[in-house]
């Protein structure tokens, strides 16, 4: 099955810098990425997606990046804000009906 | 319209009691499934389905039954509760296969004494 790791598992940064987070997975069928967000005591939600036929999406602050050579794709935050304070999961599913995901990053932007 | 509604929000458990977790959407989606959150280890697939009637296991399956009868509702039962089932427990719908944006409940805290 996938095997999906998420680097790193905390990540402290001061307002208005950018946060990256990194995940790599194992299953070359794997053709989809998103990201969720999660804010304490929530549901996860949906920020960002990528599919393998894209290198790169933007939505505003938020960027994800694509390697399907070297099997990983990256979260990029930029000019941080206090409501970005959450924790991350990336995922990756292959051509079955799973979505396997990382083990998450607690983000805290400090004012 | 409501999405995905998941009954109780918490629950007390002792070992060996039985209880099942309720899950309903209202999306008319296709693809259900039900994740454990531990600290530290992300969400991992207990089990999910593409249709009704049919089910399949995913990562962690042992100790837990599912159905699916209709749509709208994909029930998770623990069938004789362990501590280590204790865990916030999340419900998850998309309109097809996982290679779609999943759409999550509010969770399931539940506790094994």
């Known amino acids: 099955g996938e095997n999906v790791e998420q680097h790193p598992s905390t990540l402290s940064v001061q307002e208005g810098d950018s946060a990256v987070i990194k995940c790599t997975y194992s299953d070359s069928a794997s053709n989809y990425f998103p990201w969720y967000k999660q804010e304490l005591g929530k549901r996860p939600q949906l920020i960002i997606d990528i599919r393998s036929n894209v290198g790169e999406k933007k939505d505003q602050r938020i960027a994800v990046t694509l390697n399907k050579t070297a099997k990983h794709f990256s979260l990029h935050i930029t000019e941080t804000q206090p409501e970005d304070s959450a924790v991350y999961f990336c995922a990756a599913s292959p051509n079955d009906y799973k979505l396997s995901f990382g083990a998450g990053t607690t983000v805290t932007v400090r004012a | ?113």
Request: with cysteine; proline share 7%; charged share 15%.
């Open chain 2, 1 to 113: 319209n409501a999405g995905v509604t998941q009954t109780p929000k918490f629950q007390v458990l002792k070992t060996g009691q039985s209880m099942t977790l309720q899950c309903a959407q209202d999306m008319n989606h296709e693809y259900m499934s039900w994740y454990r959150q531990d600290p530290g280890m992300g969400l991992r697939l207990i089990h999910y389905s593409v249709g009704a009637g049919i089910t399949d296991q995913g990562e962690v399956p042992n100790g837990y039954n599912v159905s699916r009868s209709t749509t709208e509702d994909f029930p998770l039962r623990l069938l004789s509760a362990a501590p280590s089932q204790t865990s916030v427990y999340f419900c998850a719908s998309s309109l097809g296969p996982p290679n779609q944006p999943q759409h999550f409940g509010d969770g399931t805290r539940l506790s094994i004494l």
